[in-house]
């Protein structure tokens, strides 16, 4: 059972562990974990958002990078105009050309500071709220897996209790032909017969709408006839069970939950500050390089500037900085601030919350496992006497000294004695399966 868990922990170091022989599937429970993680939409979902959350995180990061434009421009001035080369006014009709190359970036930004680190904590969030999304359909998995492998031994015991309808059907038919009996001791085993018959065709429905549940899960589409699932012949080890403090302690300290919530505080966080800086000066430097060309029309071609001249001798530079200061603008950033001050506040008794209610997830799983234990080690001691008096009641059946009904009684006992065990035996395993997952 040690390795078991162990490779429940480890599965996503093995292939996919199922295979197809004769047309049939054969499944494990961590070839289910597999399927679920290569076919599941959620999943694939939450990978998408962790590739977005890190576009977003670069892009906030390019912010700081210089901003380059160029640019051309052609005008066409008639009429009364003001001689470029003479700086007079005159009646002359002009060409102009004008070509730019503006850059800019900003030095300090504190808005932007915070919001570099908001979107680089919503990265790890996104991680961790995949592996969330990951553990929760693992558990669930694991539940459907196991309901399916619970309806499939009740269904064993189900058969079990047909099998001796139908042997001790024959056994009166053969009593009858030879007047030992009265029909209606034969009747009232036809009509035991008959609820064993019923039992048995909803144990095969619980069994497939189990099988369903689990393989729409998977999103896995095949014949739920061609579905073998390997038996799980496994016994209860209390040895198993750590003490309740190791698993309080890893919890906190590996699950994905409790990182999502601390990092909603370092978001809200950031998101404060992300404000703040929208009220707070923000310096800024400029380059700037022009060059232009101006062509009078009414001059005559050949005592015109050359293109390449005026373009060269037109050439100016520019630098500078700006510093800007934010002074009213409303109260609108005031009123922002208090409002990410609330969500930082309500982020951190959420996190405080997350904490407890792992504690209590992982108590429960504790106790659920411990309860199991009790439940199977009383169950299987109830079975051992069910066993040894649906023995006897069998043979005082077949020699005539009891009637069906009683002889129906210890069937059903042993019946119920047979369910409780295997119950209390899944209800261990899931648990343990449940601890270990939420606690990876």
Not at 40 to 63: I, T
Not at 95 to 104: G, I, K, V
Not at 182 to 193: F, N, Q, V
Not at 291 to 309: G, I
């Amino acid at each position: 059972m040690k390795y078991f868990l162990l490779l429940i922990l480890s599965f996503l170091s093995f292939g996919v562990t199922h295979s197809q022989t004769n047309g049939e599937l054969e499944l494990t429970l961590e070839g289910c974990f597999i399927l679920a993680i290569r076919n599941n939409l959620d999943l694939k979902q939450s990978e998408m958002e962790v590739e977005k959350q890190k576009l977003l995180s670069k892009r906030a990061k390019k912010h700081f990078l210089p901003v380059v434009g160029t640019g051309f421009s052609q005008y066409y001035d008639f009429g009364f105009n003001i001689n470029p080369f003479t700086n007079t006014r005159v009646n002359d009709d002009f060409l102009s050309n004008d070509l730019y190359l503006n850059a800019s970036m900003d030095l300090i930004n504190f808005s932007s500071f915070s919001k570099v680190k908001r979107t680089t904590t919503n990265v790890k969030k996104s991680i961790a709220d995949a592996k969330i999304a990951k553990r929760d359909l693992l558990l669930t998995i694991a539940q459907f897996y196991l309901d399916v492998m619970f309806n499939d031994e009740y269904l064993k015991l189900l058969n079990n209790q047909l099998a001796e309808s139908n042997k001790q059907i024959n056994r009166l038919n053969d009593a009858l032909s030879y007047g030992y009996i009265a029909k209606s001791e034969l009747y009232d085993a036809i009509a035991e017969h008959a609820i064993d018959k019923k039992n048995v065709a909803l144990g095969e429905n619980s069994k497939n709408r189990a099988l369903l549940n689990l393989l729409y899960l998977l999103n896995y589409n095949v014949d739920t006839n061609k579905v073998v699932f390997y038996d799980n012949l496994f016994e209860v080890d209390e040895t198993a069970l750590k003490s309740k403090t190791y698993y309080i302690d890893k919890v906190l300290l590996n699950n994905p939950i409790a990182s999502s919530a601390e990092y909603d505080v370092d978001i809200t966080k950031a998101l404060v500050g992300e404000i703040k800086g929208k009220t707070m000066p923000k310096l800024s430097v400029r380059y700037h390089l022009e060059t232009f060309y101006v062509k009078n029309l009414s001059e005559d071609s050949e005592n015109l500037v050359p293109f390449s001249t005026q373009l060269r001798t037109n050439k100016t530079n520019a630098i500078g900085a700006t510093l800007s200061i934010p002074i009213f603008n409303g109260l609108k950033n005031s009123y922002d601030i208090q409002v990410a001050k609330l969500d930082h506040q309500k982020a951190v008794m959420a996190k405080q919350l997350v904490h407890n209610n792992l504690v209590f997830e992982v108590e429960k799983a504790y106790q659920d496992i411990s309860d199991a234990i009790v439940e199977y080690k009383s169950s299987s001691e109830v079975l051992l006497s069910a066993t040894e008096s649906f023995r006897t009641s069998k043979l005082k059946y077949e020699e005539g000294k009891i009637n069906a009904f009683n002889f129906a009684i210890a069937k059903r006992n042993l019946l119920k004695s047979e369910v409780d065990v295997i119950t209390a035996k899944y209800k261990w395993y899931f648990n343990s399966v449940k601890l270990n997952l939420i606690t990876d």
